[in-house]
């Protein structure tokens, strides 16, 4: 299915152009001049819904066709978290590309289904290149090899439509895994490791460490003390002899 998306060249600032029907945006790529556009806000989110930003996208600006182009960046306003700006890229469809291809999870791990447990997710989605024509929206990762908890799915594991290349993560990074509920046990095991220190014992402890403190020096006092009355106590019996 053909995706389109309409603009119209703008003259003014973003600032100026933002309004709650429309989004300023920027169209760029393939050694062109950067170009200034306005989007209907309504008819481009409807279409990011759908195309994402691995999908070609056929542009029209005005009435003639500009070529096809990607979604390569959104930004929001941070308080509405409405779009407010933007940025699409000129693709050539004669050579090899690089994007950003969402990972859909399908199906349910058998051993998840039998025993219950947690589906660990580590990759949302891969880089690929890519001529144009091959690229895709998504790549599928099928959960139900994971028939036990030892089971693992990597990113060499994934199947990959023929002319796409995935460049990152790593061949051997791991994608999704099954791991067992905890037990009861194990469950207690992490409470207790959790649980706050006893307030009472370390008030009770630095008092001790006061009191030690303040505690005057056994009769007889220091090593050094006790050492010079010694010599003084020679002393006094030599003047006697």
């Not at 947690?118 to 959960?143: F, G, N, Y």
Request: with cysteine; aromatic share 2%.
């Amino acid at each position: 299915m053909s995706l389109k998306i309409s603009a119209s060249v703008r003259t003014e600032q973003g600032q100026k152009m933002r309004t709650k029907t429309i989004i300023p945006a920027v169209v760029y790529g393939m050694g062109a001049p950067a170009a200034s556009v306005a989007l209907n806000h309504d008819e481009f989110v409807k279409l990011y819904a759908e195309a994402g930003e691995a999908s070609l996208i056929d542009l029209l600006l005005g009435d003639k066709a500009d070529g096809k182009v990607l979604i390569q960046d959104i930004a929001y306003d941070p308080v509405s978290d409405r779009i407010i700006h933007v940025d699409l890229r000129r693709i050539d469809m004669n050579k090899v590309m690089t994007a950003t291809v969402e990972l859909r999870f399908v199906g349910e791990s058998p051993v998840i289904k039998a025993q219950g447990g947690t589906l660990m997710r580590s990759v949302e989605a891969v880089e690929v290149k890519c001529l144009p024509k091959d690229l895709v929206s998504h790549i599928d990762v099928d959960l139900t090899v994971l028939k036990t908890f030892d089971d693992v799915i990597k990113i060499k594991n994934l199947i990959v439509p023929a002319g796409i290349t995935i460049t990152s993560p790593h061949a051997e990074d791991l994608i999704a895994k099954a791991t067992a509920a905890l037990t009861e046990d194990e469950i207690k095991a992490m409470e207790q490791t959790a649980a706050p220190a006893d307030l009472s014992k370390i008030e009770t402890a630095g008092k001790k460490k006061e009191e030690e403190a303040a505690e005057p020096e056994p009769q007889g006092g220091s090593v050094q003390g006790k050492a010079e009355a010694g010599v003084k106590k020679e002393e006094k019996k030599e003047e006697k002899k």
